[in-house]
């Protein structure tokens, strides 16, 4: 199973940024892809980065040109660097890790870090 702990989260006012971090239990080049998910309260659970295992990125729209998912293969860890911050972009963020294992695919998640914008 694998372990993924964020961290980075907490309180901001509109415009600035935030680093969060994601560090996996074992080597991130062993995933299929990698994700940022966001839940604001009473809505669903969104996408809003991933990162897969030959580096291509993709990003929801409402974050592109704001936010950068990257990783450090070297300490299992992937980022989302988070500028230009809006009240909107307030929810608890979860990590996501997509790889095969034991030949299903599985999806493992972190226990979220809460992100709060201010305005």
């Known amino acids: 199973q694998v372990q993924l702990v964020e961290s980075g989260g907490g309180l901001v006012q509109a415009g600035g940024s935030l680093r969060l971090s994601c560090a996996a239990s074992?080597?991130?080049?062993?995933?299929?892809?990698m994700g940022w998910h966001r839940q604001a309260p009473g809505k669903q659970r969104e996408l809003v980065a991933t990162?897969?295992?030959?580096?291509?990125?993709n990003y929801a729209s409402s974050v592109r040109g704001r936010f950068t998912i990257s990783r450090d293969i070297a300490k299992n860890t992937v980022y989302l660097q988070m500028n230009s911050l809006k009240p909107e972009d307030t929810a608890v963020y979860y990590c996501?890790?997509?790889?095969?294992?034991?030949?299903?695919?599985?999806?493992?998640w972190g226990q979220g870090t809460q992100v709060t914008v201010s305005s």
């Open positions: 074992e080597s991130i080049l062993g995933i299929s892809a």
């Open positions: 996501s890790a997509d790889l095969w294992r034991n030949s299903a695919p599985r999806t493992y």
């Open positions: 990162i897969v295992r030959g580096g291509s990125t």
